[in-house]
């Protein structure tokens, strides 16, 4: 279940009914992701990293009693004096294993109440008239932010140790790709959007951007592929590495992607396995990467001959029609994503092979830019021309500039409510406990016809 779109959401009965759905279903992977471990792993801390998964849950919690019953609904708060425990901004997650935190029990009664009086506001909203009402902005909001903490929590638990305890189904099968890749033609397009109903002010406004001709490979990265560049000393060549990417790799050691281990072979040789939510396995060569930081992906496409895509160029690949000359909701066109256009929303618990969605395919033939692995770009984290903030500050602008990356595209973990093709996500260049992979792009030149 996707964010309804303007043509669809003018009844307030049909707007209410999908909301409540999409709260549910939002609600439903929570309560699998916190219920699959037992309290002992709720309230532990896993990685400096993460939060404990108790504190997520309580801080989804306490974002909808905020903006769903204080804001929209005018309630009276149900536990003010926990506010402060579960701002994200008063405390590091390193912190947060140390603070006076409701307890499971206690957690899974609060949000329950939260919920119950957040429906009843539902029941009762315009859904209209008010800006953080109108379209159900602020339940779509809601939405987005227990996903995103879902996809959150979901990493927390690939970085915790023991049993398996998250299951699901193989994804379907990869296949070989008409071409290796593409060429994006040069010229402006419509980036952003002011159409998009539940867009985040950072995806705001619509604004014509102009990119010169590229050429963008048309799947990401794939594990045999950076195997490859292990296996060349990639991580031993300075060559290839920009001076904070090396400074980084030296520091933490890096000799592999997170989660990729020897068998058998020490440190050179042997075969390749990974780690994968408590499975150890053999690596899956047609899959694209995934836990590679922005330096790995910067070192090996100085190595390939090539380089990362700026967040222009990505967002063109995915959105531009050019027999319309229209940018497209999504890669495949307007309708909403399903099983056959993308791995997404927790689904398969691991990237589709290559190939594996050729109904996702954007118009110009560029395949899986939605889910399977966030995609770094080259791109900073800044503000589109004509930025306004909605409706606070701390989600986008307080984080506008420094060093943070942008990703694109979504991930196995991310949920479709929380994704679309204007979606923007940033984060520090050196992480990779995210489910980030990344795609090559090259310069055109005349001779390609660009």
């Not at 490859?228 to 991580?235: L, Q, R, S, T």
């Not at 029609?321 to 994503?337: F, H, T």
Request: aromatic letters at 10%.
């Amino acid at each position: 279940m996707t964010v309804p779109d303007l043509e669809t959401s003018h009844s307030p009965e049909v707007l209410r009914s999908r909301v409540a759905e999409l709260l549910a279903a939002s609600r439903a992977r929570s309560t699998r992701l916190t219920e699959a471990v037992d309290e002992a792993d709720l309230v532990a801390q896993h990685s400096p990293l993460m939060s404990p998964l108790v504190w997520d849950l309580a801080h989804i919690g306490s974002q909808e009693e905020l903006w769903l019953v204080r804001d929209v609904g005018g309630r009276e708060p149900l536990r003010p004096e926990i506010d402060g425990l579960y701002d994200a901004f008063q405390h590091s997650r390193a912190s947060r294993v140390e603070l006076p935190l409701l307890t499971p029990s206690q957690t899974r009664t609060y949000v329950a109440e939260v919920r119950a009086k957040a429906l009843d506001v539902l029941s009762s909203s315009p859904l209209s008239g008010r800006r953080l009402e109108e379209h159900g902005f602020a339940f779509g909001m809601i939405v987005q932010h227990e996903q995103q903490h879902d996809e959150t929590m979901l990493a927390t638990h690939q970085l915790r140790t023991g049993a398996p305890v998250l299951q699901a189904v193989a994804p379907p099968a990869g296949r070989a790709l008409p071409r290796r890749e593409v060429l994006v033609p040069g010229g402006g397009f419509t980036m952003g959007t002011d159409t998009e109903p539940w867009a985040l002010d950072n995806e705001r406004p619509a604004h014509t951007t102009h990119v010169d001709a590229f050429w963008i490979d048309t799947a990401p990265v794939t594990n045999g592929a950076y195997a490859e560049f292990v296996a060349a000393g990639g991580y031993d060549d300075r060559r290839w590495w920009s001076d904070a990417g090396w400074r980084h790799r030296t520091e933490a050691g890096l000799t592999a992607p997170q989660f990729w281990e020897r068998d058998g072979g020490g440190s050179t040789g042997g075969t390749w396995h990974r780690s994968r939510f408590g499975h150890v396995e053999p690596l899956m060569l047609d899959e694209p990467v995934v836990h590679v930081c922005a330096h790995e992906a910067d070192a090996y496409a100085r190595w390939a001959g090539k380089r990362l895509p700026t967040e222009q160029e990505w967002e063109k690949a995915a959105r531009f029609d050019p027999a319309s000359g229209r940018s497209r909701r999504y890669p495949w066109g307007e309708e909403e994503p399903t099983p056959a256009h993308a791995n997404l929303g927790q689904r398969h618990l691991q990237p589709a092979p290559v190939g594996a969605y050729p109904l996702g395919a954007s118009a110009l033939g560029v395949e899986q830019l939605m889910g399977d692995v966030w995609e770094w770009t080259s791109s900073g984290w800044h503000p589109y021309p004509g930025f306004e903030v909605f409706p606070y500050p701390e989600y986008s602008q307080v984080f506008f500039g420094g060093d943070y990356r942008v990703l694109r595209g979504g991930s196995f973990g991310t949920d479709p409510s929380a994704v679309r093709a204007t979606f923007r996500n940033w984060d520090h260049p050196i992480r990779r406990q995210i489910f980030s992979g990344f795609r090559l792009a090259r310069d055109a030149s005349p001779a390609d016809g660009a």
